[in-house]
């Protein structure tokens, strides 16, 4: 099986950086995705590591570290809209061949003014 | 427009009434999911489909049946639900590799 872990909630400031960590245990590790949530919609995609290193892209960033297990979404210059869930989610060769994402509980990230 | 879409949105209805959610894609996508989201226990997997006529279970697929006849449509139906079934349900597509599409949910609410 697998487990993933994210802080429930952050908060932080307009206009601050913040990174919202997920450490994670696979036995075949195959990838890991971000995924943004506003409260009541869909998930949607932000960023995908499956090698070592910093994936940019905007205002966000996403890091990998597959001996540590380890991942970190980075957001700069933070808006309001940016307040929302973000959740990690692993792709694990043993699990289903593959075919299967785990998710984590997600971190509600909050932004004040 | 590329999109996964999902009926009803919402749904409210009684214990041991058998109903069915649909999902559709007009991505051309192999892989298509279902996953509930509940608070504190984040998105878990019911079911996927690899491709048509070939689905599998995921981490909790009791209480539900799918069905993939056809490459777009992945109905998800519940022959009798019961109120551990009230939940926010997604569905998912994607191609083998990549990242999901998340349909817009179902939020379903069995008394």
């Known amino acids: 099986g697998q487990n993933i872990d994210q802080p429930t909630e952050m908060t932080a400031t307009e206009g601050a950086i913040v990174q919202i960590n997920c450490t994670y245990q696979t036995s075949g590790f195959n990838g890991l995705f971000w995924y943004q949530q506003h409260a009541g919609e869909a998930p949607t995609f932000l960023s995908y590591?499956?090698?070592?290193g910093l994936e940019e892209k905007g205002r966000f960033s996403s890091f990998l570290s597959r001996s540590k297990g380890y991942s970190y979404l980075l957001l700069k210059e933070l808006q309001m809209k940016d307040s929302a869930s973000y959740l990690c989610?692993?792709?694990?060769?043993?699990?289903?061949?593959?075919?299967?994402?785990?998710f984590g509980g997600g971190t509600r990230l909050m932004v004040k003014p | 427009e590329a999109q996964v879409t999902q009926n009803p949105r919402y749904l409210i209805t009684v214990t041991g009434k058998k109903l069915t959610v649909t999902c559709s894609q007009n991505?051309?996508?192999?892989?298509m999911s279902w996953y509930r989201q509940d608070p504190g226990l984040g998105l878990r997997q019911i079911y996927y489909?690899?491709?048509?006529?070939?689905?599998d279970k995921g981490d909790v697929p009791e209480g539900y049946k799918v069905s993939r006849k056809e490459k777009r449509n992945f109905p998800l139906i519940l022959e009798s639900p019961s109120p551990n079934q009230t939940s926010l349900y997604f569905c998912?597509?994607?191609?083998?590799?990549?990242?999901?599409?998340f349909g817009p949910g179902t939020r379903l609410t069995v008394t």
């Open positions: 489909s690899m491709n048509v006529e070939v689905t």
């Open positions: 998912a597509s994607r191609d083998p590799g990549r990242e999901q599409y």
């Open positions: 989610a692993v792709r694990d060769t043993n699990n289903n061949a593959g075919n299967m994402l785990t």
């Open positions: 590591n499956v090698l070592d």
């Open positions: 991505m051309n996508h192999e892989y």
